[in-house]
């Protein structure tokens, strides 16, 4: 069992950065994790993801260049750095992790059995 705990939203304005962190307990050697975001009146979509062992990322579109996901394996953390934000990136954010080792990392939200209970970016143009 894997419990993911995120912090580190808030309000900011447009071009500002801002670092979400997940904290998580349990075994996660192995596992990929990922970052969602949802929006008001939109499905969930993924943002972010890294192999925890091989440190692999994967980024959607919309974020690359501007979002860098690590993690720290000696406290159990993984962040999103996130950085000259838009409005568009308005949403509550989701850590997640799946529940089986693997050497992938995934974009489907399908994958991951973890989930965190989001925080809330917002910014303002």
């Known amino acids: 069992q894997v419990t993911l705990v995120e912090s580190g939203g808030g309000s900011v304005q447009a071009g500002d950065s801002l670092r979400l962190s997940c904290g998580a307990s349990?075994?996660?050697?192995?596992?990929?994790l990922g970052w969602f975001r949802q929006a008001p009146g939109k499905e969930r979509g993924f943002v972010a993801a890294?192999?925890?062992?091989?440190?692999?990322?994967i980024y959607s579109d919309s974020v690359k260049g501007r979002f860098t996901i690590s993690r720290d394996n000696a406290k159990k953390m993984f962040y999103l750095q996130m950085s000259s934000l838009k409005s568009e990136d308005t949403a509550v954010y989701y850590c997640?992790?799946?529940?089986?080792?693997?050497?992938?990392?995934?974009?489907?939200?399908?994958?991951?059995?973890?989930w965190g209970q989001g925080t809330q970016v917002t910014v303002s143009s």
């Open positions: 997640a992790a799946t529940s089986y080792s693997t050497a992938y990392i995934y974009s489907s939200s399908g994958n991951y059995d973890y």
């Open positions: 349990g075994r996660i050697d192995n596992l990929a």
């Open positions: 890294i192999n925890w062992s091989s440190g692999r990322t």
